[in-house]
């Protein structure tokens, strides 16, 4: 890995520990974070002192610290290499397995089994005869889909659907189609953070305004920032924003419409969430279906993984169809086409939506209660979101900016979870942790347990440490 590169991931990584900590903190977050992978060579002392204006002992000493962590090694003359240390396995978890509260997403839907019976076989089996490459999809699947946004108010024919795979790719493929490098792209803050890595790779040069859990859309600053950036796309979740669980209004909803038209900026919808509803009360239409009213352009991305099964991989997007054609043009560097079965799997379900939904909508309440009354419980100091009524995460407040160190505790006790600032772009959210309603609720409250007895050592350390910081400038 070059340093220059290094230096772009670790963003704002300064604290108000010596450097050689909060650079070695700041690496370890990455790592566990997955956005430096193990085994990987990190840049030589030198290079990375200078890419960073620091001293080559401060890097040396962090890049000790990390050895002695457990978080790299170093083979004589060939540098030092990055690892994992294995966490040790949560204290009572059956089997001794780790706790993942790294992803937001549910086991597969009941009715999945249903699913594979002899005449889904037999339908695939009828496709032996073709070449099974289809660059946008089977046209069953594109029909259910095309059905799936009619009965959501957004009239769609199958020609508007390219199937991929994994939402994921969508939301790739969708922003290499629409950003030229060096584009701006608008981004909510906090976010998905793998879209925000899908925009980068893209070429995009990202630009924020915020979405909180009390206030949702900070609409007067997103209007500024497309009047003044015009960005070319705008990635946004309107239904159960990942991580904050908001979703927009009626007139967020036409606002930000309106300002995408003005600016011609492509607005990408990302609603593999949009079906959580755990108890909304309200039925709100998908931007798509009010943007001609607005003269905007609304490219939509959908996902079977959080309502049939993630691991499917099965996700689509929905734009115009010229758009369509060229996504599906380009997608040969990319993956070409995406497996027959389990499209055909998804074209048999996807007409059980409204079902399904009903399923997601008790996992999810019995998670977010297990959650709330947990923390209300064992972590008086935080700030459970007010109001949740979808979605499959909880961004809670910590009253106190150790999100990355309550992260690196939790892993050496065998709770994987994602930091605030792994949800930003600049390393904020440290007063912020996502916690997975979504998670088995067994997982979920070993995982709350595992960090509620961390809490107290994390806040104190934190505490004495902005007393100092506080006293030096009193
Ligand atoms: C908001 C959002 N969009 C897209 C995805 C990608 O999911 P998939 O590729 O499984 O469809 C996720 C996964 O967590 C997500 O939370």
């Known amino acids: 890995m070059g340093a220059r590169a290094l230096r772009d991931l670790l963003g704002d990584w300064r604290s108000d520990a010596p450097a050689y900590e909060a650079l070695s903190d700041r690496v370890r977050l990455l790592l566990l974070d997955g956005r430096v992978s193990s085994g990987i060579r990190l840049p030589a002392e030198r290079e990375l002192a200078d890419a960073l204006a620091l001293s080559r002992t401060t890097v040396a000493a962090a890049y000790r610290r990390l050895r002695e ?19 040790r396995p949560a204290a009572g978890v059956p089997g001794g397995t780790l706790i993942g509260f790294t992803h937001a997403s549910l086991p597969a839907t009941r009715m999945l089994p249903s699913a594979l019976d ?12 073709t070449l099974g490459y289809d660059g946008i999809g089977q046209l069953e699947l594109r029909e259910a889909i095309a059905d799936w946004y009619g009965r959501r108010g957004l009239p769609t024919d199958p020609e508007q659907i390219v199937v991929t795979t994994g939402s994921q790719s969508a939301i790739f493929l969708a922003a290499k189609a629409l950003v030229n490098r060096g584009d701006r792209a608008w981004a909510e803050s906090p976010s998905y953070p793998n879209a925000y890595d899908a925009l980068r790779d893209a070429g995009a040069r990202l630009i924020t305004t915020p979405v909180t859990v ?30 904050t669980g908001r979703s927009m209004s009626m007139r967020d909803r036409e606002r930000i419409l309106e300002a995408a038209a003005a600016a011609g900026t492509v607005v990408i919808a990302d609603e593999a969430t949009a079906e959580l509803d755990i108890d909304r009360g309200v039925v709100l239409p998908p931007l ?52 027959v079965f389990e499209q055909l799997v998804v074209a048999r379900l996807l007409p059980h939506s409204a079902e399904i939904a009903e399923e997601r909508r008790e996992q999810l309440r019995v998670g977010r209660e297990t959650a709330r009354t947990m923390i209300s419980e064992l972590l008086p100091d935080w700030t459970f979101p007010p109001r949740l009524d979808g979605g499959l995460a909880a961004w809670v407040n910590l009253g106190a900016p ?3 160190q309550l992260a690196l505790a939790a892993h050496a006790r065998g709770l994987l979870v994602a930091a605030g600032p792994r949800f930003g772009i600049d390393g904020a959210f440290e007063r912020n942790l996502r916690i997975p309603i979504a998670a088995d609720p067994q997982a979920l409250r070993q995982g709350i347990e595992v960090i509620a007895e961390l809490w107290p050592s994390v806040h104190r350390l934190a505490r004495a440490e902005f007393e100092s910081y506080a006293g030096t400038v009193a």
Request: charged fraction near 15%; hydrophobic fraction near 40%; aromatic fraction near 8%.
């Open 402 to 404: 150790v999100s990355s």
């Open 214 to 243: 009390e206030d949702g859309w900070d609409l007067p600053a997103l209007e500024a920032a497309f009047q003044r950036s015009a960005p070319a796309v705008a990635y946004t979740m309107p239904d159960f924003q990942n991580p």
């Open 288 to 339: 798509g279906a009010l943007a001609e009213a607005h003269g905007a352009e609304v490219v939509h991305i959908g996902s079977a993984s959080k309502q049939i099964w993630g691991g499917l991989r099965i996700g689509w997007l929905r734009a115009t169809p010229q758009l369509a054609r060229r996504i599906a043009a380009q997608r040969g560097s990319t993956d070409l086409a995406v497996p």
């Open 69 to 87: 962590t457990g978080y790299a090694s170093s083979v004589q003359g060939s540098g030092t290499t990055t690892r994992l240390p294995n966490a």
């Open 118 to 129: 002899d005449e889904l076989l037999a339908d695939y089996r009828s496709h032996f005869g």
